[in-house]
């Protein structure tokens, strides 16, 4: 036996100092109406919406669409990675490691329509999912998913359809560099912000926001008339409008708004 097999076995077999996975209590995921509510609305609007309420660190920066054109909206899946000590948990064994790992569990957990919420730290050598584990990830019926950090294949997961936001692609495996997949149905940190199990994930080009569970009928309610207010301002200025007269609206145009509106006119996104 070569010495780094020796010095794998004993990592193996050694009682770790801390139990893994860790996951989190139960919670409740969204109402079904909420997330039908809020397919209506754009990322940008709901960020809006929020940051008017007081709520302001909902964007999650950094993750792009892996595919332009793609939209999602579902109850956040959560899954947290923490750096590697080896003490606890490294990447030796690859694969088979991890499989006893938070990643392979929060594949068990997910339901149809959630989104799976990675946090990763940005890292650009962490591979978080691959074409496997996100073709398992769509036999079970999720929605999305939103990264913030790397996949791997990403050809191959691209052609799988599944709506992915994530900061690029990497050769590498998930624990192959210096993360390991540690706990799920916690909250995490993706993209600066806070992300609780059962919350409410948006992303479209403009990218990923998370609505708040409790948040989410106030901004339903926020966002319909933003959005139909829009659609009424952009024909006018389509039309030769003044800006300035139509956006924002003032008391004149939004009168104007209203009568159109009342009329019949405008639907939701």
């Not at 990675?81 to 929060?106: C, K, N």
Request: hydrophobic fraction near 35%.
């Amino acid at each position: 036996m070569s010495i780094d097999q020796a010095s794998q076995s004993d990592h193996q077999t050694e009682t770790p100092a801390w139990e893994l996975p860790v996951r989190g209590g139960p919670y409740e995921r969204p109402d079904p109406g909420l997330i039908e509510g809020i397919r209506g609305i754009s990322a940008a609007s709901a960020c809006a919406k929020l940051h008017a309420q007081g709520i302001r660190r909902t964007f999650m920066q950094g993750p792009r669409p892996l595919a332009g054109g793609q939209r999602v909206v579902g109850s956040a899946l959560t899954l947290q990675f923490m750096p590697q000590r080896e003490d606890v948990a490294s990447g030796l064994g690859q694969e088979y490691i991890e499989r006893r790992t938070a990643l392979w569990a929060v594949l068990e957990a997910v339901r149809p329509g959630d989104v799976l919420v990675v946090q990763a730290y940005g890292d650009s050598r962490t591979g978080c999912l691959g074409d496997m584990l996100v073709r398992y990830f769509k036999r079970k019926g999720g929605a999305g998913i939103v990264v913030d950090g790397c996949v791997r294949d990403s050809a191959r997961v691209a052609a799988l359809g599944v709506p992915i936001w994530c900061t690029g692609s990497t050769p590498h495996y998930a624990s192959q560099s210096d993360l390991f997949p540690w706990a799920y149905d916690v909250p995490v940190a993706c993209g600066g912000a806070l992300v609780l199990p059962g919350d409410i994930v948006l992303a479209d080009d403009d990218g990923a926001v998370v609505v708040p569970r409790r948040r989410a009928g106030a901004v339903i309610e926020a966002a319909r008339d933003h959005e139909q207010w829009e659609q009424f301002s952009r024909m006018r200025l389509d039309e030769g409008a003044p800006l300035a007269d139509y956006y924002p609206l003032t008391p004149d145009s939004r009168g104007e708004y209203e009568r159109w509106r009342d009329a019949g006119n405008g639907t939701s996104r």
